[in-house]
């Protein structure tokens, strides 16, 4: 994949200026990083846009200003709540051989066999995973089978999530990504309900669920007489 380039200005609308600059066609967006003072910069709006696009928070891509270039990745992405029009744009400078970290967005697919049965139906839980890599090796996307998931109890968490060379999960690996889940009122549901409450019952009466009633212990002061 061919590096992303994009070309900025220095900006000297700041403040309530912004808004006329974006009018205009323009969006205001920030660089900084650990080796650099913070720069406040500007780029077309359109060719912005499009560089998020392909980039999102988890491509790096060059920044040229004047006669400088900047290796970044983006850090923030600002839209307006209603119009979801750009508003403002956060890049942090990195170096080449620095590893980042990301959340990088998970893709679900095939078919879990375990949905086929009455009431079940598959529940994503987590839409991405938080992974550390150099910045040219981070993926923009990590796709997950669930083609596999044939038991009602089925689920798939992260640390079982097969990732690319020189990746490595930064996300809790005992993190339930995806499973199986049950309806209210299926069968499985009821089961596991009927299952639950016992076991809720059994803690109540200080026992364990596996733990049967112990037999009482003779009063103080008496003991049991031979059965005849």
């Known amino acids: 994949m061919d590096e992303i380039t994009i070309v900025a200005e220095q900006r000297t609308a700041l403040g309530k200026k912004t808004g006329a600059l974006r009018r205009s066609g323009i969006t205001p967006f920030h660089l900084y990083g650990p080796t650099m003072a913070s720069e406040s910069l500007q780029a077309d709006t359109q060719t912005m846009v499009h560089v998020l696009n392909e980039a999102g928070l988890t491509t790096p891509l060059t920044v040229k200003v004047g006669g400088q270039e900047h290796f970044v990745m983006v850090q923030h992405i600002q839209v307006h709540p209603i119009t979801s029009h750009l508003l403002h744009v956060d890049m942090i400078a990195i170096s080449r051989d620095q590893r980042v970290r990301a959340a990088v967005p ?123």
Not at 128 to 140: F, T
Not at 150 to 170: C, H, K
Not at 196 to 202: K, P, T
């Open 106 to 228: 998970l893709h679900f697919e095939g078919e879990a066999l375990a949905a086929r049965e009455e009431g079940a139906q598959v529940v994503e839980d987590h839409h991405e995973i938080e992974l550390e890599a150099l910045a040219l090796e981070m993926p923009n996307l990590i796709t997950i089978d669930i083609s596999g998931m044939d038991q009602p109890d089925s689920a798939i968490r992260a640390g079982t999530v097969a990732l690319p060379a020189n990746v490595t999960l930064v996300t809790d690996p005992d993190m339930v990504l995806v499973r199986i889940g049950h309806r209210r009122g299926s069968d499985i549901d009821e089961g596991i309900e009927v299952a639950e409450q016992a076991a809720v019952a059994d803690v109540a009466r200080g026992e364990t669920p596996a733990e049967a009633p112990a037999e009482a212990a003779p009063a103080e002061g008496k003991s049991e007489e031979p059965s005849a």
